[in-house]
């Protein structure tokens, strides 16, 4: 016959166990009572008891120091803290050391308590063969709490701090180059490894805090009270603790993270999206190479706005509500303006001008962004043509992503879109990224070159911000590299920006390669890269991008004015 459950309820005022007592008598376990702790150990002695419950503020013992004692005596019996807001300190670090299994704040009513209590007989049944801790709320490698068990203390902390109108901020943080270490080490020596990042982030905590391992090689540190100013100090924090190798095998091992930052109630009060928001944003900060990053709704392909805009992005470019404007370049020798880059931009109906950031890395993802890259394409031409029966002879750039450089049809539809064009000198040319040719090496080597033996101009953009762009230089047939603009906007005052862009104009001239610098935006910059030698500049400082009819009233009015001329057209 099966034993029945029994559950021990240790607390310093009879009245308050009577009440709970009478309570719980209509559930299916047995409910025995202790005053004290000292009393509540001699039960435990002579009786199988399933769960305890133990009110923290009790003389002599308290209810944190009697379950760690239940603990070590008894782990298999699940340890459940009544705890007011002057304890919770205690009670929280009694959880990240594994001596209790969670907390419940006072006043807690009987309804409640049955519901933690069924709760946690299920999860002993379905545990019956190991420990509560190891088996179903704490992460097998590190011992820390694992996602369930954190959810579930996120859940409390979230409603908590809700009635007191407190946010509470969360950071998910993730190794970069874990995989790597299992590889070159062992997966043994990879727990260990998680073992020891554990132990140091512990070292962040303060009492009311708490850390949790989610799976594999990603953390969870739960900030109560703590606003997104404060988390962002926390996530550098974070980064610098991680400035000192580990050691494996006696090498020092160099760990790198990547952080993502929720704030509730700003970023959502449930506690798996907000885990999710936090995932999102530290994969994002991991893709950018930046550190941490706070989650932003707006750039969230998979936010609700950006859900709806993706579901209208195909009609968007079916009925003609893109657009594109253009920014001229400049050549810095001659004066002449020769060419534009074409940037795409979205009029939604009702949202107004969306710009490209918020739809273009979304069109990547859900395969939109051929029929779109195709509708540039077509309006540029175009526009190529009417400029060309203007007499205004412009360069079009036009940008390709990763997965336009491995589509197959791509070659085959810009060399149709230039024998449209053909008998002018203005000619189409393509940006693209250093990020952009790393997803698939061989497929865009293949393409570029394919584009190139027609007569087609690529530019590397962002140049100086890849990892590999020696390399790039050297494999792909470019005729250009674009200076990012982080290096521009502090021409003037960082001596290591001047040095970087004046090696990088030495370096591209040594290689018969034009360099254009981007993100000039005054007079001492754009007087600082003549001096210096390079090529070409675009900017706000020369001119925003524009729609075609205002680019042409400024080719004509402003730009004379700056000296800038239009290039003149060839007659055939």
């Not at 779109?372 to 390709?400: F, P, R, S, Y």
């Not at 090496?441 to 100086?464: A, M, N, P, Q, T």
Request: with cysteine.
């Amino acid at each position: 016959m099966n034993r029945k459950n029994t559950v021990l309820l240790v607390d310093d005022e009879p009245n308050v166990l009577e009440g709970f007592q009478r309570g719980l008598r209509k559930e299916p376990y047995t409910v025995l009572t202790a005053t004290s702790a000292e009393e509540g150990l001699r039960i435990l002695a002579h009786t199988p008891v399933d769960v305890v419950i133990s009110d923290e503020q009790m003389p002599k013992i308290k209810g944190s120091e009697f379950l760690a004692k239940v603990h070590r005596e008894y782990p298999k019996t699940i340890r459940i803290i009544l705890t007011g807001q002057a304890s919770l300190e205690s009670a929280i670090r009694a959880i990240n050391d594994g001596e209790i299994y969670r907390f419940l704040t006072k006043p807690c009513s009987v309804v409640e308590l049955a519901k933690i209590i069924r709760k946690a007989l299920l999860i002993k049944k379905l545990t019956n063969k190991e420990t509560t801790r190891s088996l179903a709320f704490y992460d097998e490698v590190t011992g820390l709490p694992n996602r369930n068990y954190f959810l579930d203390h996120l859940r409390q902390t979230l409603k908590r701090c809700a009635k007191e109108k407190q946010p509470v901020s969360l950071l998910t943080i993730d190794i970069d180059n874990f995989k790597e270490i299992n590889a070159t080490f062992s997966r043994q020596l990879g727990d260990i490894l998680l073992k020891n990042v554990g132990r140091r982030l512990k070292l962040l905590l303060r009492p009311t805090e708490m850390i949790a391992c989610l799976g594999g090689d990603e953390f969870a540190l739960l900030l109560p009270l703590m606003n997104s100013e404060a988390a962002e100090i926390v996530a550098e924090k974070t980064i610098k603790i991680f400035n000192k190798p580990f050691k494996l095998k006696g090498l020092p091992i160099s760990v790198e993270v990547s952080i993502g930052i929720a704030i509730s109630p700003t970023h959502g009060s449930d506690p798996e999206l907000l885990v999710q928001r936090a995932e999102r944003a530290m994969y994002k900060a991991k893709d950018r190479g930046v550190g941490f990053l706070t989650y932003d709704l707006d750039t969230d392909q998979h936010s609700p706005r950006q859900l709806s805009l993706m579901g209208a992005l195909r009609h968007a470019i079916e009925n003609n509500q893109l657009r594109l404007h253009y920014q001229p370049k400049v050549d810095l020798n001659s004066g002449v303006i020769f060419g534009v880059e074409a940037l795409v931009r979205w009029a939604h109906p009702e949202e107004g001008m969306i710009p490209p950031d918020q739809f273009i890395p979304q069109a990547e993802q859900t395969g939109l962004i051929r029929p779109l890259t195709e509708w540039v394409l077509m309006e540029a031409k175009h526009q190529c043509q009417a400029w060309n029966k203007d007499g205004i002879a412009l360069d079009i750039a036009i940008n390709l992503s990763a997965r336009n450089l491995n589509d197959q049809a791509l070659p085959k539809l810009i060399s149709r879109m230039i024998e449209d064009c053909k008998g002018s000198l203005t000619h189409f040319g393509f940006e693209v990224t250093e990020s952009a040719v790393m997803a698939d090496e061989s497929c865009s080597e293949r393409v570029i070159k394919e584009l190139h033996d027609i007569g087609v101009r690529f530019s590397i953009d962002d140049f100086g911000t890849g990892y590999s762009s020696l390399v790039y230089l050297k494999k792909f047939a470019v005729n250009e590299i674009k200076i990012d603009r982080s290096f521009i906007s502090h021409l003037i005052s960082n001596e290591k920006d001047l040095s970087i862009v004046r090696s990088t104009i030495d370096l591209g001239h040594d290689l018969s390669l034009k360099v254009v610098a981007e993100g000039v935006e005054d007079q001492e910059s754009l007087d600082k890269l003549i001096a210096l030698g390079c090529d070409a500049a675009q900017g706000y400082y020369i001119c925003y991008p524009l729609p075609a009819a205002e680019l042409e009233r400024w080719l004509h009015d402003e730009a004379p004015r700056r000296n800038w001329r239009i290039r003149e057209q060839v007659k055939n």
